[in-house]
């Protein structure tokens, strides 16, 4: 038999469960277990969101519809008498509260809400449904427009006219609207417990006046007790804890015993009228089989004075009290329990500040109970299911005949998730995502690593006035460490594999909210960061029109949030054409890499004259050279260097020599340039000297060299080596794809490449040597800091901010300081710069002294060095040259 297409039920919500390793497939059902189709056994928590309320299979059940069988009951006999509908209809009315007689049956919870609503308006001659903000009550168009979520409602043009949403808990603004609206209102429809909207519980006076102020108005009170009706909250119905009698009433879910659909409609005889009885009607209503279950379900409930409806409020307090122990032993990981009976919420405190950018993305997906809910799947096989309406709350709502025991060992697995959480191991609660489901054996607290966000101090009143968003993305499996300590536990290949898997979101997501970053004049920004799911193995291997999709609605979301300039960061700016692909999205775009240019040659710089190395006589590397970030530093390398190799992708050698001919040539003619203007250093220097040597001979071919070199537009690279060799002298620029062979020939490194993959090993480097590492993810491999002590090896352009902020992990910067590129975006975003800066491969000299004169405006400077993930200082530095002195000169012997 051919393997079945998961993706033909709903590809939408199976790429979810799968994502979440909740892609389970039962094939028995037995009690509170199900077993999945490995023979693995799950306890389950869920009870299909109490739709399943006697566990799976329960015999009762299945006897009624045996007895159904053998008696040859027949199901669907409209217009005629179903004797069943009848039995089931007079029981309901028996145990009901208030007059509530009549029965409209159903197949669902929101066909009993449709139900509801068409009777109200049609009983009063009305149009106006009150209902409450994070209420649920269906999906269909009316209860879907009854619904309080607007999430739901916007992709179905919901709501439809006549429905008003008013804050729940809240009597003044029900009395206020029917006050507005007394004689256009049809009733007020209202959940006694917010279900879906995660456990939220209505006070009793406010339930109690709702009732009172509806039959004030004349407005019908309809209560919906799809959820909390037949035993769940501990009564029989919810509406009995606080003595209310509804005009209407909604059942479903448990009335199906969990074998059948089956929902029901309750009124009074003061809202049932005679059109709502001729017009409304459903095919497969009244169902003779299903009310023999529904039947069942009531005897069951209701057998020895509802003896197990106090067993449910007796066990329900026993979860309740389990889960507020939690709270009061996890005060910082639990914010709140809420609940009734077998229904209680858990609801965890916010995870946008807790030093890890992977746990604020997962919160702004919405993913944060999914996650846990897969973690007790696969790791303690516990079925447990998140809110709807509320992502931060996990849902405990076990079926009815749940056991102490089991109980017992959820509340166990439960607090395990607590202490990782507490202890922010929020590793230990990912593993599962990446095929490793063992459980958690020793606990390691990893807050004292952990990090906040801290902000510039604000003046009472004061606010930011100008606002930006930095795109950023994961580039190699360090950086998931660098912020998210747990992760160090991890290997590097099963971070790739997590990088792997948050991929699969294609989704951008808020990862840090910066409140407030004080300039040196005064003036203050807020911004975000908005994470881009991907490593750089994804970004440059998967479809470029996928991933510039993504960072086209990251760029987005930076726009809605109010930014008035977004900024890309790491190979965002690179998969984007340098930004040009996002650009024309009603705001400004930088690619932060002008910034990082000035900031990575001052590093060089600085780093070449502590370990003694004059510019002037040194060669200088540029590895990425035909990158924008390489191509800039090569152009403002060539202002203090003479002699330079530029490193082209041995991937792509013709194209890349070709692309590093044009660089080599725009390098001469800005030499050229300089030397005209009079500035006689690094390569402009080398042309003076050049001239100076063809115009001290006589023959004819030195002059016309010298003419060419002067008068000629073009300065090719060919033209300078014919020259060289015409002198015989060596070339100035040589461009090359062999890093093995060339790279160890230089004095002066930048590393600006594009690769997801390390390009420099410690044998490419020569003793003493500077490297300034500008690429993201980094050029330079981890063996070069183990094996070489000899050579500096610089984190190029970090930035020193005019104020100790900290954007929460901060990408693993000390407070203060952080990346260029980011500080590209902020410096414009405080200038009030709203253009376009930094597009595309070619960078302007002119961008990059302007974004100088912004730096000291405002505050911003070079960061000092940073080796190896740590700041060094100049006895670093001393040890290094003295290592490569002895280096030198033990090679020598």
């Not at 709270?327 to 209680?344: D, F, H, I, S």
Request: aromatic residues 8%; contains cysteine; proline residues 4%.
């Amino acid at each position: 038999m051919p393997a079945l297409r998961k993706d033909l039920l709903n590809p939408t919500l199976i790429n979810i469960l799968e994502s979440f390793g909740l892609d389970k497939n039962y094939v028995k059902g037995e009690g509170s277990y199900l077993t999945d189709d490995k023979g693995i056994r799950y306890l389950d928590f869920i009870s299909q969101y109490g739709a399943v309320p006697f566990g799976y299979n329960p015999e009762f059940i299945w006897e009624a519809l045996s007895s159904a069988r053998e008696r040859k009951l027949p199901s669907l006999v409209q217009p005629s008498l179903p004797g069943e509908a009848l039995r089931l209809a007079n029981m309901l009315a028996q145990c009901s509260p208030g007059e509530l007689c009549y029965a409209t049956f159903c197949q669902s919870g929101t066909e009993a809400v449709e139900a509801a609503l068409k009777l109200a308006r049609s009983t009063t001659g009305r149009e106006i449904i009150i209902s409450t903000h994070n209420s649920f009550h269906g999906k269909t168009l009316g209860s879907l427009s009854a619904t309080g979520k607007p999430s739901y409602q916007t992709p179905f043009r919901a709501p439809a006219p006549g429905f008003i949403k008013i804050p729940y808990n809240d009597a003044a603004s029900l009395r206020q609207v029917l006050e507005d609206h007394h004689d256009e209102v049809a009733a007020f429809i209202l959940e006694l417990v917010q279900g879906e909207g995660g456990v939220v519980m209505g006070k009793s006076d406010y339930l109690r006046e709702a009732q009172q102020i509806c039959r004030e108005f004349g407005v019908l009170f309809i209560v919906d007790e799809i959820q909390t009706g037949l035993g769940r909250t501990g009564r029989l119905f919810a509406c009995e804890h606080v003595g209310l009698e509804p005009d209407i009433l909604t059942l479903a879910k448990a009335l199906g015993g969990g074998l059948v659909p089956l929902g029901v409609c309750l009124s009074s005889p003061a809202a049932w009228n005679e059109d709502f009885g001729m017009l409304h009607s459903s095919t497969f209503a009244n169902n003779n089989v299903t009310c023999a279950v529904g039947i069942a379900v009531l005897e069951w409930l209701c057998a020895n004075e509802q003896s197990l409806i106090k067993e449910i409020a007796v066990k329900g307090e026993y979860i309740l009290e389990k889960a507020r122990a939690l709270g009061r032993n996890y005060p910082t990981v639990v914010k709140e329990v809420r609940g009734q009976g077998l229904l209680v919420g858990v609801e965890f405190h916010s995870l946008q500040d807790v030093g890890s950018y992977d746990m604020a993305f997962m919160e702004e997906q919405g993913g944060f109970t999914a996650l846990l809910a897969g973690f007790l799947l696969n790791v303690y096989q516990i079925r447990l299911a998140p809110f709807l309406n509320n992502s931060m709350t996990l849902r405990l709502e076990p079926n009815l005949i749940i056991t102490h025991e089991e109980i017992e060992h959820v509340m166990e697995a439960l607090e395990v998730i607590c202490q990782l959480l507490n202890y922010r191991d929020y590793a230990s609660l990912y593993r599962y995502l990446i095929d490793d489901a063992r459980k958690p054996g020793i606990f390691n607290d990893f807050r004292p690593a952990s990090r906040r966000i801290k902000s510039s101090q604000l003046q009472p009143g004061e606010k930011p006035a100008r606002k930006f968003a930095f795109d950023i993305h994961y580039p190699a499996p360090e950086d998931v460490v660098i912020n998210n300590p747990s992760f160090a536990a991890y290997t590097r290949d099963e971070l790739y594999k997590l990088m792997e898997w948050e991929s699969k979101t294609n989704v951008p997501g808020l990862t840090c909210t910066m409140p407030a970053l004080r300039s040196l004049d005064g003036t203050v920004a807020e911004g975000w960061l908005i994470g881009v799911p991907m490593g750089a193995r994804e970004i440059m291997g998967l479809p470029n029109r996928d991933v510039v999709d993504v960072i086209a609605r990251a760029v987005d979301m930076g726009r809605d949030m109010g930014a008035e300039i977004v900024g890309l960061g790491a190979l965002t700016s690179v998969v984007t054409k340098g930004g040009r692909a996002v650009t024309g999205r009603d705001v400004a775009i930088t690619s932060g890499n002008s910034f990082t240019t000035l900031m990575a040659i001052e590093a060089l710089f600085l780093g070449a004259e502590k370990m003694n190395i004059e510019p002037v006589a040194a060669r200088a590397g540029i590895v990425g050279a035909n990158g924008s970030i390489g191509r800039a530093c090569a152009m403002m390398v060539s202002e203090k260097v003479c002699r330079m190799i530029l490193f082209g992708s041995p991937q792509h050698p013709t194209s890349s020599r070709l692309r590093l001919n044009s660089l080599a040539r725009d390098i001469f003619i800005y030499a050229r340039t300089r030397m005209r203007e009079g500035v006689l250093e690094g390569m402009s220097l080398w042309l003076h000297r050049i001239l100076e040597i063809l115009g001290n001979q006589t023959v004819d071919e030195a002059r016309r060299w010298a003419h060419l070199i002067t008068a000629e537009k073009e300065l090719t690279l060919d033209m300078i080596q014919q020259v060289c060799g015409y002198l015989g002298i060596g070339e100035p620029i040589k461009t090359s794809t062999d890093i093995a062979f060339d790279l160890p020939d230089c004095d002066l490194i930048v590393a600006a490449s594009n690769s997801p993959d390390y390009l420099i090993y410690a044998d490419n480097l020569r003793s003493g040597v500077v490297v300034c590492d500008v690429a993201r993810p980094a050029d330079v491999a981890p063996e070069v800091y183990e094996k070489r002590d000899d050579v500096l090896i610089l984190e190029g352009g970090l930035v020193q901010y005019p104020d100790d902020i900290c954007f929460g992990a901060n990408l693993g910067y000390r407070d203060g300081v952080n990346l260029a590129c980011l500080s590209e975006t902020v410096l414009l975003a405080l200038e009030g710069d709203s253009r376009d800066h930094s597009i595309g491969n070619i960078l302007s000299l002119e961008t990059i002294q302007y974004l100088r004169g912004l730096a000291r405006k405002h505050g911003f400077s070079l960061a000092g060095l940073r080796m190896g993930n740590h700041e060094i200082d100049d006895r670093d530095i001393e040890r290094i040259y003295r290592n490569s002195l002895h280096f030198k000169q033990a090679e020598n012997m």
